[in-house]
């Protein structure tokens, strides 16, 4: 069974700084392409930054480009998210995905319905 399982939500200021993180197992991630989405109340659900299998690419929102940043680390089977200046249009449930399969080394998928597997989500709330 492979369950994603994301920690490190919570509440902060705007102008602060939070790391959510995604532990895999069930699923090795050294040759899975990985990715952080968020849902805010009555939204769809947004790519937010995605990882190549490879690590030698990544992909963000425009609008967080330059304040997150993606990384994983194969050898704990993880992914994380830094997020740095948290603003109020921030605060949504971020989850973290994984897509099984991709020929390339440098893929990144934005789109979820290219992912397998799901977490649970986690609560990321910046207040005014």
């Known amino acids: 069974q492979v369950l994603l399982v994301e920690s490190g939500g919570g509440l902060v200021q705007a102008g602060g700084s939070l790391s959510v993180s995604c532990a895999a197992s069930?699923?090795?991630?050294?040759?899975?392409?990985m990715a952080w989405f968020r849902q805010a109340p009555g939204k769809e659900r947004e790519f937010v930054a995605g990882?190549?299998?490879?690590?030698?690419?990544?992909a963000y929102l425009d609008s967080v480009k330059g304040r997150f940043t993606i990384s994983r680390d194969n050898a704990k089977n993880t992914v994380s998210l830094q997020m740095n200046s948290l603003k109020p249009e921030d605060t949504a449930v971020y989850y973290c995905?994984?897509?099984?399969?991709?020929?390339?080394?440098?893929?990144?998928?934005?789109?979820?319905?290219?992912?397998?597997?799901w977490g649970q989500g986690t609560q990321v709330t910046v207040s005014t």
């Open positions: 995905a994984a897509r099984t399969y991709s020929s390339s080394r440098g893929g990144v998928y934005r789109y979820p319905n290219l992912y397998d597997y």
């Open positions: 069930g699923l090795t991630i050294s040759n899975t392409p």
């Open positions: 990882i190549s299998w490879s690590g030698i690419a990544t």
